[in-house]
């Protein structure tokens, strides 16, 4: 069974940092893709960024020039480096891995960290 586990989110004021990690493991299928999603209350999730192999990071217009992806493939790990927060990225952040089945890509979610930018 594929397991998310993603860990680094605080509360953190107007300006601030903050790195988010995603460790992957359990997986049988190699990854094709790792990234970040956002649930604001009531809000629909969102993507915020994402790295698929053989690609350019995507990123949600709204993080763009603050937030960055990266990958250490070696140890199926994601993490986002987040700059300049503001309250509007208020959100529980979401890991999210597509593995390559072959045939197919399953869709694997990590249980969230919460992120909180307030003073």
């Not at 990123?59 to 493939?73: H, L, P, Q």
């Not at 993490?79 to 869709?107: H, I, W």
């Amino acid at each position: 069974q594929v397991q998310l586990v993603e860990s680094g989110g605080d509360l953190v004021q107007p300006g601030g940092s903050l790195r988010l990690s995603c460790a992957a493991s359990g997986n049988r299928f190699p990854i094709f893709s790792m990234g970040w999603y956002r649930q604001a209350p009531g809000k629909e999730r969102e993507l915020v960024a994402n790295s698929a192999n053989n690609y350019r990071p995507n990123y949600a217009d709204s993080v763009k020039g603050r937030f960055t992806i990266s990958r250490d493939n070696a140890n199926n790990t994601v993490f986002l480096q987040m700059n300049n927060l503001k309250p509007e990225d208020t959100a529980v952040y979401y890991c999210n891995a597509l593995l390559d089945e072959g045939r197919r890509l399953s869709n694997y979610w990590g249980q969230g960290t919460q992120v909180t930018v307030s003073s």
